[in-house]
């Protein structure tokens, strides 16, 4: 459902912070000690995987030609859920975008099909959810064999 929202609010490249506002109200709802590290490594040690995996889709949506500090954090959400279809779906959408942004379609959409069809992973996302990612995966990806 989570997931479900940040896709409705869409990408935007207008220098709005809601990975920010995301972020503070983790922080503070779950009463992570920042201690003298600062919150955003409280959020990155304490945080659980699906809190993780939201920031990093925020975080993507708010700039997707930037995509680095949201696969780092994507990938610790991996780290703690692998096992998740949402999780590696999101993380492989937001590898994707960034390997897009170097012109290597054809290997994000190899890569992205690898999860699409690893039936090991637990179904936690709707199917009308993972088909419209796959799709906009799969339409970038056309020309490839």
């Not at 945080?47 to 994507?74: G, K, Q």
């Not at 610790?76 to 859920?81: G, I, M, R």
């Amino acid at each position: 459902m989570k997931l479900a929202i940040i896709n409705a609010i869409g990408w935007s490249n207008n220098g709005t912070k809601r990975s920010e506002a995301f972020l503070n109200f983790v922080v503070k709802t779950k009463k992570y000690n920042a201690g003298i590290n600062g919150k955003s490594i409280a959020f990155k040690w304490n945080a659980t995987a699906d809190e993780l995996i939201c920031f990093a889709y925020i975080r993507a949506m708010e700039d997707y030609f930037d995509v680095i500090y949201p696969n780092e954090i994507a990938q610790l959400a991996l780290q703690k859920n692998p096992n998740s279809l949402a999780v590696n779906l999101i993380s492989g959408l937001i590898k994707a975008q960034g390997l897009f942004l170097l012109n290597e379609w054809c290997y994000a959409a190899t890569q992205f099909n690898s999860i699409e069809k690893n039936t090991l992973l637990t179904a936690d996302l709707r199917t009308d959810g993972k088909n419209i990612i796959c799709e906009y995966i799969q339409s970038m990806g056309t020309n490839c064999k």
